[in-house]
């Protein structure tokens, strides 16, 4: 720890010395300060004054700066031991909303739209996502829940004829609940047992044990691993949907997505409430996902063959796709299919085949686990153990074959569709969604093609919505309130409505350099820190070990 009347500190920020970054990084690291503050501007409404403050970069709740990430790993084990084994159903009753709710809301709506414009453009969106996570703390404060919102990006077109066909599974009648069974002993005493389930994706050829690195490279079956890792998620969901439909209640689970050596990702989930183990291997051969996407069989454009854009007649309203021009084949001339006119072909084609099918492997593991026992807790470190890393962030860069093998997923994953909005399609004759100028395949901005992510761009912490029936923000929340409560303190519920929010224009002069702005937070956070401490020694006969935690 740093001792906090460190004078060499304090001076520096006070004399806005030129500090070298290194080092007030790792000062902030030290202090367990977020290394990659957003600056956002903060319109007071009450007062009208205006005022840029460092919002962590962990805000939007995406392992990103090592402290933020350290921080909200602490935060999610929370959540996790808190809604495994809940004895109480946890009520959702939303009022309803207000005026100011209402507009809370479609403000929200509105940066939602600027910035998934921001994404589609490949541009960053670290900023904007900080400012929907504030609007979401602003919205749960006003008495709203901000994930039960959604995401208010336009709907997706969807292929309707093509249904995902259900799986063979006995269906148990649904009673409404979300709490597993009970046990009662022959001493009397009740038993909630829970799941803790570990789901694999299948083999893809020989791994060298120990090393996560195929015998044979050359067979490994790079295509089919790209495409399960992009379709991972969806994969999760409708293995939900069928442990739900079996079990017969309303089944809730905290699952991370984590990076096996081999470079696939794998689900650790717990699940409250039980099953027969039986049932849960049955569900995971049972499931699969289809993705029906037009074919990648033929590829029809490379190298300096590519498709041509057009910009269509100018018309006072927009065309309903968005788009304002076409790709056209520069050698015939023709028109390329728009991502609707592709589906729409999908859709009529009797014969049409899914683009893929992921499935699960055979390896399932089922663990039951009984709350409170020192098993559970394993289970939860377990679980948020990988959160502070990425998919790419296992692989051992001082090993060559391991990195030969991360080099091959790569380039499996390069010319890949990673969402209907790729850029790939263009190499198989397709327009992608909200196609517009300078799209060319290959170079698709998108997470899941990057070394980082290998595949997989969705949520690495994946919560059900009646888990512990909070937010990550109001488990935050929780955390602060019962501090200020051990030291005796009210803690001020703030007014939701006192500030707005706003991303700072690019290039602005008055933001000061990121050195200075960490040891400004660092300087907050002793003067904290020093708060704390010193109630704590003022305070008697209270076990205050988790005050010095937060501290
Ligand atoms: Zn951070
Ligand atoms: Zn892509």
Known sequence: MTDPTDRALSRAERQAMPVALDVAVEIAKHNGVCIRPVVLRRLDTHTGTTEDVNVPCGTTMEAKCPPCAKRNRYLRMAQCREGWHLEAEPSITPDEPTEEQRWLVEFRADMQAQ?????????????????????DEEI??????????????????????????????PKRVRQNTTLGRTFTSSDGATYRPSLFITLTLPSYGRIRAGQGVPVDPDTYDYPRAARDALHFSKLVDRFVQNLRRVAGYDVQYFSSVEPQKRLAPHLHMAVRGTMPRAEIKAIAAATYHQVWWPSVDEMRFEGEHLPVWTERPERAEPYPDGQDGDYLDPATGELLPTWHEALN??????????????????????????????????????????????LGDTLDADNPAQRAHAARMVEALRYEPCSPACPNWLRYGVQPKNAKADMAPGRCRGKAHKPEHLGYAGRRVLVSRKWSNKTLSEHKRDRRTWVMEALGLADETPDPHRYVWKPVPAGDDNIPSLALRLLRMVAERQRWRATLLALEASATGQDLSAVREAA
């Open 345 to 390: 072909r999908l859709d009529a084609d009797e014969d049409a085949e899914p683009l893929h099918v992921v499935r699960f492997g055979p390896q399932v593991d089922v663990q039951g686990v009984l709350s409170g026992t020192p098993d559970a807790d394993q289970c939860i470190r377990y679980l948020s153990k990988y959160l502070t890393k990425s």
């Open 115 to 135: 910035r998934d414009a921001a994404e589609q453009a490949g541009d960053d969106t670290t900023e904007l996502d900080a400012v929907l996570a504030g609007l």
């Open 140 to 169: 749960n404060a006003a008495g709203m829940r901000g994930n039960l919102l959604g995401r208010t990006a336009a709907k997706r077109n969807r292929s309707t004829r093509r249904r995902q066909d259900a799986p063979d599974l």
